[in-house]
């Protein structure tokens, strides 16, 4: 899609709400192909960095520039290099991420389908106008499926004791953050890791080795190992 | 707190004489001193985690004749020819020079108790305060009628990665149009309980490749296996008729072999095949023996810390170690390590010891992008290292199911391979 085409579609988008554009994705499709993406990017007015960083202006920003976000060596070198967000480099990192940048800590297998990509372009690039644009709805991240009490989030955890703890986790996580085929697990936000490791806890999230190794562990060593892992630099 | 590899050789001096005062056992020689022997899936970790953690304040001596550790694990991936054997390959460089470990490329040939030393076989020996005994496996003498090591070119069991393995792929890649690839599987307890099961399925695989009308046929002393309905369901999908496995019912126990004409008698009835990959009973490896911790063929170990319960003052770890419930496993020998080190550390320099806690998967690949696995948790008991909690992959999965599980077992191998050499 050319930056015209995109102007266009967006002149469309924007008088149609949320209504499939002409040319490209239809950001209402996209908007179901993003759940993939939120359990650890939030995107809208308010978003955050979690896991992710936001996603908030993403097109056309240079890679690696979102304050506040521990970037993985891989993609702050990717940043030196003068790699930009924009729509190809944003449909070549969805459909295989390892290809763009071979050691990013983003746990994502791609998304092979054009048209899920084009949707979902088309679903990102709504939240990448000026502010105005952005639609007043709730920061969408489902690293909240699950609630947890607030006591149980309120816990400070022994990092030294997490360490400890980590061992378990460092036979399949890679201690350094990189990633293959298992999800890299440093340095997210402390109350994320609590929320995700209580949800395999109480099986709400589907995952057998998980669920088994949460099981075992106690709210005090979840928040050591999330005190831990957040330290990891 | 940081997992980062320690910059060492700038910290160590520094660290070790800011805490020259908490080295409470040190027999008067300067700061305490570890010693493991064989740097595998248990040796590696130990040796790294100790280094890491004590950041100078324990020597630690890393005795392993090779310069590279070709991980077992995956070694059937390459016979299915998911792998190059290159990708199965690690150094020591890393253990040497990011965590200040000294790799001793030799054998340990002996282990003097009393005066707490490791002679090696290069000459000369050294003192130790803890030893860390993990040098997996060796094979039971006469286990298997007609085989020994002199015979290993011939029957090979590609059950130590690395030249063993190479030659049985070149071997399954020469056999004639419509051959016969046997197996004889190993009597219970084995390293790697679903290996030679993981191994027919990647030989299949590479059969049905290239030699279609190849048959597979397993000897097998046992009656049951590790994953066997997943295995059968897979062999049937992907491989029908090409398997056939006899179990001790059919006289798959009563075996014997002929390297010099490539024959195996099952049950009595002689047969002619292609390859023959004799997989013999095994017990720890024999420097376990040596040493004096064996009993049986094993070294029985305390489940709190995986020391000997002949010598408090030696850890056995991984294969060699006879511990209860947890398979012998690299993820297990992993696992068991870290319990290890955080004990021996403790005992050395008064750092916190924290419960032993222990884990293990273990997965499986049965045909391209059809993983499975298997794995439990364990916790210690006085008596053993006791199973808590598991779980195994179901028959009739959805194949995006066991293509995550592939996927996953990547990333295990990238972990556990990170975790033991950093
Ligand atoms: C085909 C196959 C597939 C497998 N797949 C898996 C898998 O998918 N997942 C899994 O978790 N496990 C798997 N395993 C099992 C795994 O390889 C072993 O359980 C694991 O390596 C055991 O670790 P260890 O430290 O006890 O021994 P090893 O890793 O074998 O290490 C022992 C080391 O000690 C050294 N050594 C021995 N004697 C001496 C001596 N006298 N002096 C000095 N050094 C010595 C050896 O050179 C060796 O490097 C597999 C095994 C096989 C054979």
Known sequence: ?233 | MSLNRRTFLGTATATAAALAAPMVMAAGHGRPRVVVVGGGAGGATAARYIAKDSAGEIDVTLIEPSRSYYTCFFSNLYLGGFREMSSLGHSYGGLASEYGINVVHDWAVGVDRDAKTVALAGGGSVGYDRLILSPGIDFVDGAVEGWDLSTQNAMPHAYKAGSQTELLRAQILAMPQGGTFAMVAPPNPYRCPPGPYERVSMVAHTLREINPTAKILVADPKDKFSKQGLFEEGWAKHYGGMIEWIGSDFGGGNVSVDPAAITLSIDGEVTKVDVCNVIPAMKAGRIAELAGVTEGNWAPVHAADMSSRIDPNIHVLGDASAQGDMPKSGFSANSQAKVCANAVRGALTGSTVFPARFANTCWSLIDTDDGVKVGATYEATEEKIAKVDGFISETGESADVRAATYQESIGWYDGITSDMFG
């Not at chain 1, 890679?174 to 929320?195: K, L, M, Y």
């Open chain 1, 1 to 233: 899609m050319r930056a015209s085409e995109l102007m266009m579609s967006l002149v469309l988008m924007a008088a149609a709400g949320m209504a499939a554009a002409d040319q490209g994705g239809d950001p209402e499709l996209g908007a179901e192909v993003y759940r993939q993406c939120s359990g650890c990017h939030q995107i809208g007015e308010g978003a955050v960095n979690r896991v992710g960083p936001h996603l908030n202006g993403v097109f056309d920003r240079p890679a690696g520039q979102v304050e506040g976000y521990r970037y993985s060596d891989a993609l702050q070198r990717a940043a030196a290099g003068g790699l930009v967000w924009n729509h190809e480099t944003l449909d070549q990192f969805l459909k295989d991420p390892r290809s763009l940048i071979s050691r990013t800590r983003m746990s994502y297998r791609g998304l092979a389908n054009q048209a899920d990509r084009d949707n979902l372009l088309a679903y990102l690039r709504i939240y990448s106008d000026s502010p105005a644009d952005i639609p007043e709805a709730a920061p969408t991240s489902a690293a909240m499926d699950h609630s947890v009490a607030p006591e149980v989030l309120a816990i400070v955890g022994d990092p030294a004791y997490g360490e400890y703890l980590s061992g378990e986790c460092t036979s399949c996580h890679q201690a350094n953050g990189e990633a293959s085929g298992i999800p890299s697990i440093t340095r997210w936000p402390t109350e994320d890791f609590v929320i995700a490791m209580h949800a395999y806890k109480e099986a709400i999230r589907p995952h057998p080795v998980m669920q088994m190794m949460a099981s075992r562990l106690s709210d005090e060593e979840i928040a050591a190992l999330a005190a831990f892992f957040q330290g990891v630099d």
